[in-house]
């Protein structure tokens, strides 16, 4: 099995993080796993995009080519748009239902993208919104974001065990584990229907 992952948002949202778990728990399990990550300025509000390929084997480059994703994962409305071009007919979106504007979004309010423009943007795909911010505050800091995606990814993807992801979770953060882990169930509950 393959799962071709790219995930997106801005500095302090928990992109990178993201990446690494789901690159940990693919490995946890005896997968071959490509990890890039690619940032802007270095700071919190700057763009963060990663890519994560899993398989037996993985792609020969760590870059998921355009068009080839099954599943984007969009922490922030307007960093979602960058993804469209990845995800492959039939894949699915997995977008955070909150604004945190990046830099550009400050000096450009009137281009910041509403929840329509988003949506129609993956016209050929699945997107699922998740309160992701909402969720991580509930448990604990809005910095666990990418905590809670990586449990919506979990919901839908089984590629990558839940149980493993949660390992490598706590591996990845243990002195924040504990809250992590709570932010991670509640991503993963509110998609199957559970957290509701």
Known sequence: MNLDVVACGVGGQGVVTLGRVVAGAAL?????????????????????????????????????PLGTADVVIGLERMEALKLTPYLRPGGTALLSDEEVRPYEARFRPEAYPDRETVETAFPAQRVLWIPALELARR?????????????ALAAVSNVVDRDQLVLALRAERPHEADEEVEAFFAGYEFLAGTGD
């Open 28 to 64: 946890r399990e005896g997968y071959d796993v490509r990890l890039l990550g690619q940032s802007g300025l270095s700071q919190v509000g700057a763009p963060v995009m990663v890519h994560v390929r899993i398989g037996t084997p993985a792609g020969p480059s760590p870059k998921v």
């Open 139 to 151: 448990h604990g800091s809005p910095a666990y974001v990418g905590a809670v995606m990586a449990g």
